[in-house]
């Protein structure tokens, strides 16, 4: 992840955290296997650290809460459902991804997307 990428997430979104640039690199990684995204659905616990996973995804996404594109859905778990004009694809973020979040909070967000980044794109390719 490059440095301007990690500034336009914190300019956007207030600040740098795992979250927020996990959104992002989710959204960036699903446009580039797939084309324009319609429509997205997260299911998220909306608090924060959780929510900031929604800013990541707007900035890369080209959807957003405001025009409806992006859907909120009070969930525990972070599940997020990507509409494509012919297919939907299903992420999960399990206890392994919430643990890597929780050891990178703060710390250094390049090295985050450097492990993250493999997970979220090894699983874009068997779609």
Not at 21 to 48: A, D, M, R
Not at 72 to 87: E, M, R
Not at 101 to 120: E, G, Y
Request: proline fraction near 3%; hydrophobic fraction near 40%.
């Amino acid at each position: 992840m490059r440095k301007s990428e990690l500034e336009k997430i914190r300019k956007f979104h207030g600040h740098i955290g795992p979250y927020a640039v996990t959104g992002y690199i989710i959204g960036q990684l699903v446009k580039s296997h797939f084309g324009k995204i319609e429509k997205i659905v997260i299911y998220n616990p909306l608090k924060t650290p959780y929510s900031c996973l929604i800013d990541g995804l707007q900035l890369s996404s080209g959807c957003t809460v405001g025009c409806s594109s992006i859907i909120l859905k009070k969930a525990g778990d972070l599940k997020i459902i990507i509409y494509l004009s012919n297919k939907k694809i299903v992420i999960n973020l399990n206890q392994g991804f919430k643990k890597i979040a929780q050891a990178h909070f703060k710390k250094d967000m390049k090295k985050f997307a450097r492990l993250i980044k493999p997970l979220i794109n090894n699983n874009l390719k068997n779609i």
